[in-house]
């Protein structure tokens, strides 16, 4: 059964940082491009980023490029997102998928991460 | 990006009634649209995927049709259970955006 489990949300205060993980489970990570997708509260599903399954190609959202960073360890099966100077409009839940479509074929179950001083 | 215009943004249903939702792409995606349904405080789940092609497990109630810029999912006899947002995606091009969603209420 694929699984995917996010981790490291909560409150943060505007200007600092916080990393998310996902651990995978279920199927072969390293064959899979992954992706984080968010969620304001009360609104639609916004793309987030997305890394190739070898983590040499990698695709950000233009308001969060050069302050998030997505990664992952194959070897210990795991998606992250650095997030750098976070704002008030980061504030949302924050999904890892799996791309096993050209598009998110499993969802895990978010993480909320609330942004605010 | 392809901007993907979900319509209509409310649908207010009759439990047992066949209805149909829209998605339509700001430019062609081929059959690259996938649909996810979303229940409140969860995560979305796949119904669909390549505009027409049924996932193990989703009710055969639920049918998607279309290609390029027009695309369709139906509910043939809607269930109580079925009252949630629908959300068309297109893996066309990167990055694989989303439309706005479709709420489904109970009339």
């Known amino acids: 059964e694929v699984q995917l489990v996010e981790s490291g949300g909560g409150l943060v205060q505007p200007g600092r940082s916080m990393k998310l993980s996902c651990a995978a489970s279920?199927?072969?990570?390293?064959?899979?491009?992954m992706a984080w997708v968010c969620q304001a509260p009360k609104k639609g599903l916004e793309w987030v980023a997305t890394?190739?399954?070898?983590?040499?190609?990698?695709y950000y959202r233009d308001s969060v490029k050069g302050r998030f960073t997505i990664s992952r360890d194959n070897a210990k099966s795991t998606l992250y997102l650095q997030m750098d100077s976070l704002r008030s409009e980061d504030t949302a839940t924050y999904y890892c998928?799996?791309?096993?479509?050209?598009?998110?074929?499993?969802w895990g179950q978010g993480v909320m991460v609330t942004v605010s001083s | 990006d392809v901007v993907l215009t979900q319509s209509p943004a409310t649908l207010s249903v009759t439990p047992g009634e066949r209805i149909s939702l829209s998605c339509r792409a700001s430019?062609?995606?081929?059959?690259?649209l996938h649909w996810y349904q979303q229940k409140p405080n969860e995560s979305p789940r796949l119904l669909i995927k390549?505009?027409?092609q049924s996932i193990s497990g989703i009710p055969s109630r639920f049918s998607g049709s279309g290609s390029g810029t027009d695309f369709t999912l139906s509910i043939n006899g809607v269930e109580l259970e079925d009252l949630s947002i629908y959300y068309c995606?297109?893996?066309?091009?990167?990055?694989?955006?989303f439309g706005a969603g479709t709420k489904l209420e109970l009339k």
């Open positions: 998928a799996r791309l096993g479509l050209p598009g998110i074929d499993y």
């Open positions: 279920g199927f072969t990570f390293n064959n899979y491009d």
């Open positions: 890394i190739s399954y070898d983590g040499s190609s990698t």
């Open positions: 430019e062609s995606v081929d059959t690259y």
């Open positions: 390549y505009a027409s």
């Open positions: 995606q297109q893996g066309n091009s990167l990055p694989y955006t």
